[in-house]
């Protein structure tokens, strides 16, 4: 089995274009391949429900509608279950890169 750790932005592009490639990737799905996402990122996404639905000219109804369906069809673990030693290494490995991926980089390490 493939796992592949999808962050809040692969969400937002699914519900922004949700007739596009991600989101039938994620809902019809690849042979043995699972799609995971940490419990923070489906905070992340709600977090900007506002300026989703004003950019994408969605109702609030629909945003809701279609994160929904979006992340039945995904694994949400908890972060809290990350070793410290596995964010220590991520944080490393994302020093120069972008700090906010830490702990999608610490999950990825963990699976």
Do not use: Q, R
């Amino acid at each position: 089995m493939t796992t592949i750790v999808i962050d809040a932005n692969i969400i937002i592009s699914a519900i922004l274009n949700p007739f596009g490639a991600i989101p039938k990737i994620i809902i019809v799905g690849t042979p043995k391949t699972e799609f995971v996402i940490p419990d923070f990122a489906l905070k992340e996404v709600n977090l900007h429900k506002k300026k989703i639905c004003k950019y994408s000219g969605i109702s609030s109804t629909d945003f809701d509608m279609l994160l929904s369906s979006i992340s039945a069809h995904l694994i949400t673990l908890s972060s809290d279950e990350i070793s410290s030693k596995t964010i220590k290494t991520a944080a490393l490995l994302t020093n120069d890169i972008d700090s906010k991926d830490i702990l999608y980089v610490a999950l990825s390490i963990e699976l």
